[in-house]
């Protein structure tokens, strides 16, 4: 089955490289396997949201959504690698980092959410030590690992894997050839699937089609999610009020996202015109690139305005140039996530589940005869991983 505007293209003269490419990723997989590289778990409930595809599957969305679902239950920390930073090592965001110090991904996290921590550090083991040992975080109850699907030296309690509808990793080729950063084989560490970016029509005979497609092991669950968008933010803390795109409106879509494609065909249908300006993912913007978008605005018949994504306007918000009319009418679009077939009470259930029962706090009240070795092969250490059978 291939997905109604399926994105998928594949570049099969490059095959051979990818043949080169699925070896070396083979081999590290297998490592990981057989314990000649090692994996660490911790004594803290770890839930790890990833995918492997190059470009975007909607890892943010659904990392926030974790977070709404347990910020106010406990105290939360989301650890990102900060893609694009200039800075090096663990850095813990505070209210003036900028997207230079921790990427705009985590900026825009740490903007939407204050009260939680926020911290960056390509190696994650480094990561969660430092989170859980130093003073100013010790107190932290679950860590959250943005795009961290592939980091074999975390054992996560909870693996959740996500694959975009109109990518789907089963009709994908290895890089360079397509966009999988290693086999499908690998969806097998994942304890839960998620097919994000679904069109909200979808029928039941899809689902049941998709299902069966996936051909996950008993021990997955699939869940299906879809995009939600809110009214639109003005980008200035200045301009009042949210709003709706409107029937009159000229809308310049500014992106530098992986997948611009489904934005754009959401918020065509609602608007008078869309003109689509788009950037590479997680692009810098230089001053002629500025240029570009103030001539591209003034361009516009008016009434007109600006659209951007939440992760662009972390960026936007830090640069110089733009002409005062873009930004008196620059707004941004937030994305949520809603799942599907009334799977969210499901969804939810599991993860609040995994949390209470493999918290710091559940460990300490239990007594020696729960936590010794059971026999001499035994190390003691708690199993980390989830399983879904006693659930």
């Given at each position: 089955?291939?997905?109604?505007?399926?994105?998928?293209?594949?570049?099969?003269?490059?095959?051979?490289?990818?043949?080169?490419?699925?070896?070396?990723?083979?081999?590290?997989?297998?490592?990981?396997?057989?314990?000649?590289?090692?994996?660490?778990?911790?004594?803290?409930?770890?839930?790890?949201?990833?995918?492997?595809?190059?470009?975007?599957?909607?890892?943010?969305?659904?990392?926030?959504?974790?977070?709404?679902?347990?910020?106010?239950?406990?105290?939360?920390a989301?650890?990102?690698?900060?893609?694009?930073?200039?800075?090096?090592?663990?850095?813990?965001?505070?209210?003036?980092?900028?997207?230079?110090?921790?990427?705009?991904e985590?900026?825009?996290?740490?903007?939407?959410?204050?009260?939680?921590?926020?911290?960056?550090?390509?190696?994650?083991?480094?990561?969660i030590?430092?989170?859980?040992?130093?003073?100013?975080?010790?107190?932290?109850?679950?860590?959250?690992?943005?795009d961290?699907?592939?980091?074999?030296?975390?054992?996560?309690?909870?693996?959740?894997?996500?694959?975009?509808?109109?990518?789907?990793?089963?009709?994908?080729?290895?890089?360079?050839?397509?966009?999988?950063r290693?086999?499908?084989?690998?969806?097998?560490?994942?304890?839960?699937?998620?097919?994000?970016?679904?069109?909200?029509?979808?029928?039941?005979?899809?689902?049941?089609?998709?299902?069966?497609?996936?051909?996950l092991r008993?021990?997955?669950?699939?869940?299906?999610?879809?995009?939600?968008?809110?009214?639109?933010?003005?980008?200035?803390?200045t301009?009042?009020?949210?709003?709706?795109?409107?029937?009159?409106?000229?809308?310049?879509?500014?992106?530098?996202?992986?997948?611009?494609?489904?934005?754009?065909?959401?918020?065509?249908?609602?608007?008078?015109?869309?003109?689509?300006?788009?950037?590479?993912?997680?692009?810098?913007?230089?001053?002629?690139?500025?240029?570009?978008?103030?001539?591209?605005?003034?361009?516009?018949?008016?009434?007109?305005?600006?659209?951007?994504?939440e992760?662009?306007?972390?960026r936007?918000?830090?640069?110089?140039?733009?002409?005062?009319?873009?930004?008196?009418?620059?707004?941004?679009?937030?994305?949520?996530?809603?799942?599907?077939?009334?799977?969210?009470?499901?969804?939810?259930?599991?993860?609040?589940?995994?949390?209470?029962?493999?918290?710091?706090?559940?460990?300490?009240?239990?007594?020696?005869?729960?936590?010794?070795?059971?026999?001499?092969?035994?190390?003691?250490?708690?199993?980390?991983?989830?399983?879904?059978?006693?659930?």
């Amino acid at each position: 089955m291939r997905t109604e505007g399926d994105l998928i293209e594949v570049n099969k003269w490059l095959s051979p490289l990818s043949f080169i490419y699925g070896m070396g990723v083979g081999m590290r997989n297998r490592m990981y396997e057989l314990g000649i590289k090692k994996s660490r778990s911790f004594a803290i409930p770890v839930i790890s949201v990833g995918n492997i595809t190059v470009g975007g599957a909607g890892k943010t969305p659904h990392t926030e959504y974790l977070v709404r679902l347990l910020k106010d239950r406990m105290k939360v920390a989301v650890l990102s690698r900060g893609y694009k930073r200039k800075t090096k090592g663990y850095l813990l965001a505070d209210k003036d980092s900028t997207s230079e110090d921790i990427g705009d991904e985590p900026r825009q996290m740490k903007t939407k959410f204050p009260d939680i921590y926020i911290a960056v550090d390509a190696d994650r083991c480094e990561g969660i030590d430092r989170l859980t040992t130093d003073e100013a975080t010790s107190d932290v109850d679950v860590i959250l690992l943005d795009d961290a699907y592939q980091h074999r030296r975390v054992k996560p309690g909870i693996n959740i894997l996500l694959v975009d509808y109109h990518r789907l990793i089963i009709y994908d080729k290895l890089l360079p050839a397509g966009r999988l950063r290693e086999p499908e084989k690998g969806k097998e560490r994942a304890d839960m699937v998620i097919i994000t970016k679904c069109p909200r029509d979808l029928k039941p005979m899809e689902y049941r089609v998709l299902t069966k497609a996936m051909n996950l092991r008993p021990y997955q669950d699939l869940f299906f999610t879809t995009i939600d968008y809110e009214p639109l933010c003005p980008i200035l803390d200045t301009k009042e009020g949210k709003k709706e795109i409107e029937t009159n409106d000229n809308v310049l879509m500014l992106t530098g996202i992986a997948s611009p494609q489904q934005m754009e065909q959401d918020i065509a249908p609602l608007c008078k015109s869309l003109t689509a300006l788009n950037f590479s993912d997680h692009h810098h913007f230089r001053q002629r690139d500025i240029e570009r978008i103030n001539e591209a605005f003034n361009d516009i018949p008016e009434p007109r305005i600006v659209v951007t994504t939440e992760k662009d306007a972390a960026r936007l918000k830090d640069i110089d140039g733009l002409s005062d009319d873009v930004r008196r009418n620059i707004f941004v679009l937030p994305v949520d996530i809603k799942f599907m077939l009334g799977q969210e009470e499901t969804f939810n259930n599991k993860i609040l589940s995994y949390v209470h029962k493999n918290s710091r706090n559940s460990i300490l009240v239990k007594t020696k005869d729960e936590i010794k070795p059971k026999d001499s092969n035994n190390t003691g250490e708690r199993p980390r991983r989830i399983s879904f059978k006693d659930n």
